[in-house]
C-alpha cells in the first residue's frame, strides 16, 4: 500500500522552459553561433540521450551557455491543486537536485506546505540518480521503500533509481525529456503520465 509520494521538482512541478530559452538565446547571440534551426535540432537529438542537452549542443558548436536561471522558473499548470488533494490522503515529499536555497523557492512558489519530507541535493550532499538521496528520503520519511512512490521526469535520474530501491514509479512525459531514449526505459515505470492531473487519476 502507498502511503507517501515523493516528487522531482524541474520539469516534473516546475515547468524550466523559459529557463532553457534564456541559455538558448545566450549561446545563440555569441559569434560563430549557428541558425537557430539548427541548435534547436542539436538540443533535441541530445535530449534523446543526455540530460545537460543545452549545454552539450553549446560545446558541439564551441558556445558557451549562461548560468541556470531559478527565478523563470514556474509551477505547472494544475500542479498546486494536485498536491493539495494528494496531500489530503498521502505523505508528500521531495527529492530532487537543486542548488542552494531551493526549499525557499518552494515558499515563494506556494507548494513548500504540501510536503511533509524535504530533501535536496545541495543540502544532503547527495545527488540523483546516487540511491543513497532516495534512502535519505525514505529515513526521513519513516517510510518502506514499498510504500513508497517516486514522480519525476527523467528516466535515468528518478525512474530507474526509484525502481531499484523497491518504490513504485511514475514517469511524468513533459518538458525537454518527454521523449527521451535512456538506456534504463528498458527497466519500465510502473505508470506514464503526460501531465500533473493524471496522478490523480493514479493515487
Same mark, same amino acid.
Given at each position: 500500500?502507498?502511503?507517501?509520494?515523493?516528487?522531482?521538482?524541474?520539469?516534473?512541478?516546475?515547468?524550466?522552459s523559459?529557463?532553457?530559452?534564456?541559455?538558448?538565446d545566450?549561446? +545563440?547571440?555569441?559569434?560563430?553561433a549557428?541558425?537557430?534551426?539548427?541548435?534547436?535540432?542539436?538540443?533535441?537529438?541530445?535530449?534523446?540521450m543526455s540530460w545537460?542537452?543545452?549545454?552539450?549542443?553549446?560545446? #558541439?558548436?564551441?558556445?558557451?551557455?549562461?548560468?541556470?536561471?531559478?527565478?523563470l522558473?514556474r509551477?505547472?499548470?494544475?500542479?498546486a491543486?494536485?498536491?493539495?488533494? +494528494?496531500?489530503?490522503?498521502?505523505?508528500?515529499?521531495?527529492?530532487?537536485?537543486?542548488?542552494?536555497?531551493?526549499?525557499a523557492?518552494?515558499?515563494?512558489?506556494?507548494?513548500?506546505?504540501? #510536503?511533509?519530507?524535504?530533501?535536496?541535493?545541495?543540502?544532503?550532499?547527495?545527488?540523483?540518480?546516487?540511491?543513497?538521496?532516495f534512502?535519505?528520503? +525514505?529515513?526521513?520519511?519513516?517510510?518502506?521503500a514499498?510504500?513508497?512512490?517516486?514522480?519525476?521526469?527523467?528516466?535515468?535520474?528518478?525512474?530507474?533509481?526509484?525502481?531499484?530501491?523497491?518504490?513504485?514509479?511514475?514517469?511524468v512525459?513533459?518538458?525537454?525529456?518527454?521523449?527521451?531514449r535512456?538506456?534504463?526505459?528498458?527497466e519500465?515505470a510502473?505508470?506514464?503520465?503526460?501531465?500533473?492531473?493524471?496522478?490523480?487519476?493514479? #493515487?
Open positions: 500500500m502507498i502511503t507517501h509520494i515523493f516528487f522531482d521538482l524541474g520539469s516534473t512541478l516546475y515547468d524550466e523559459a529557463c532553457i530559452a534564456k541559455r538558448i545566450g549561446a +545563440l547571440s555569441q559569434a560563430g549557428p541558425p537557430r534551426e539548427v541548435f534547436i535540432q542539436k538540443v533535441n537529438e541530445l535530449a534523446m545537460q542537452s543545452v549545454k552539450d549542443a553549446a560545446e #558541439f558548436f564551441g558556445l558557451a551557455v549562461p548560468p541556470w536561471d531559478s527565478s522558473e509551477l505547472y499548470p494544475g500542479a491543486e494536485v498536491l493539495e488533494a +494528494l496531500s489530503k490522503k498521502y505523505s508528500l515529499g521531495v527529492i530532487a537536485n537543486q542548488s542552494a536555497g531551493g526549499e523557492r518552494m515558499a515563494e512558489r506556494g507548494i513548500r506546505k504540501f #510536503f511533509d519530507t524535504v530533501v535536496l541535493s545541495a543540502e544532503a550532499g547527495v545527488a540523483k540518480p546516487d540511491p543513497e538521496i534512502r535519505l528520503a +525514505l529515513r526521513l520519511s519513516g517510510c518502506k514499498e510504500n513508497a512512490a517516486m514522480v519525476g521526469d527523467r528516466a535515468d535520474n528518478d525512474i530507474a533509481p526509484a525502481k531499484r530501491l523497491g518504490m513504485k514509479t511514475v514517469w512525459r513533459q518538458g525537454i525529456f518527454a521523449e527521451a535512456f538506456s534504463c526505459l528498458d519500465g510502473d505508470y506514464i503520465v503526460y501531465n500533473l492531473r493524471e496522478l490523480l487519476g493514479i #493515487f
